[in-house]
């Protein structure tokens, strides 16, 4: 991915610091450009003392990730639900990207059904989730998850192509609980469309089979060894559903694999 302009969610906290600090050689790969973004909240009665605090925490942050002199970045903050800072800035033309760090399971109640759940519902641009621990130096291979049903060949598999051809990455397109005698004549014609919208990249189509769809994602990326697993909803009611069989905690929360969302 190249040239880009990310936006980078903080809140300050030792993840936040640990993941950027492990994801900057992946952005310095791509000369792109990095907005951190941090929503303040008011603590003090004065207003001034706020943002003293707040700009000498994120001055502490920027201290703690020291090779951050090495891409082009800069600080943006506000007084704001972070939610709405980050859907607000995401939404400008010159944002490409969406790179948001998750807790694990701890974080359930608090992180998923708030922040992290609100913007992968209402954003209009990519999102990668990152797991605690995890990271993008090398991304070897890319798991797309696809249903058939309905499906958009252009600008939203474009991150993903990108990203496969920067990284030299292979792709492999993966249908849960579907055989091929399953797939009506339309799904089958748009898993043509995406074969040609692919022939420029190694890949290949697999099926997997297991009682929950998340668990079949899963046990398929870290059996294949995949570095990212991509899904491209056709809207956020498709994705609620997959989330219903707990991929929110199996793939989102619990997984070491990186999420790409696809919008």
């Known amino acids: 991915m ?36 941090h929503a303040a909240q008011r603590k003090r009665n004065s207003l001034a003392a706020d943002k003293v605090a707040t700009q000498e925490a994120f001055d502490q942050f920027i ?33 490409d990207l969406v790179i948001m760090a ?33 990271a993008l130096t090398e991304v070897n291979r890319i798991v797309l998850a696809v249903d058939y049903e309905e499906l958009s060949c252009d600008h939203r598999l474009s991150p993903l192509l990108q990203l496969a051809d920067h990284m030299k990455t292979e792709i492999d397109v ?3 609980n579907r055989k091929e005698e399953q797939l009506s004549r339309k799904e089958k014609m748009h898993r043509k469309q995406l074969k040609y919208r692919l022939q420029d990249f190694p890949h290949r189509f697999s099926y997997h089979f297991e009682n929950e769809v998340g668990e079949g ?12 697993i991509a899904i491209m909803p056709r809207d956020y009611h498709f994705l609620e559903s997959l989330f219903h069989e707990s ?10 694999v990186p999420l790409l969302i696809l919008k």
């Not at 992946?26 to 973004?37: A, D, E, H, I, W």
């Not at 002199?69 to 033309?93: N, P």
């Not at 994602?217 to 990212?228: D, V």
């Not at 991929?247 to 070491?256: A, E, Q, V």
């Open 247 to 256: 991929l929110s905690r199996k793939m989102i929360l619990d997984s070491p």
């Open 2 to 37: 190249k040239n880009l302009q990310i936006i980078y969610p903080t809140d300050f906290s030792e993840l936040s610091i640990d993941t950027l600090n492990a994801l900057i050689p992946f952005l310095k790969q791509g000369n792109n450009r990095l907005v951190l973004l």
């Open 217 to 228: 994602l899963i046990k398929y990326a870290k059996a294949h060894r995949a570095s990212l």
């Open 174 to 176: 993966l249908t849960v």
């Open 102 to 134: 998750t807790k694990g399971a701890k974080g359930l109640d608090r992180l998923w059904g708030s922040k992290t759940e609100a913007v992968v519902r209402d954003a209009i641009v990519p999102i990668i989730v990152l797991p605690k621990g995890a």
């Open 63 to 95: 201290a703690a990730c020291p090779d951050l002199k090495d891409l082009q970045y800069q600080c943006r903050w506000d007084f704001a639900i972070s939610k709405e800072l980050i859907l607000q800035e995401s939404d400008k033309v010159e944002c």
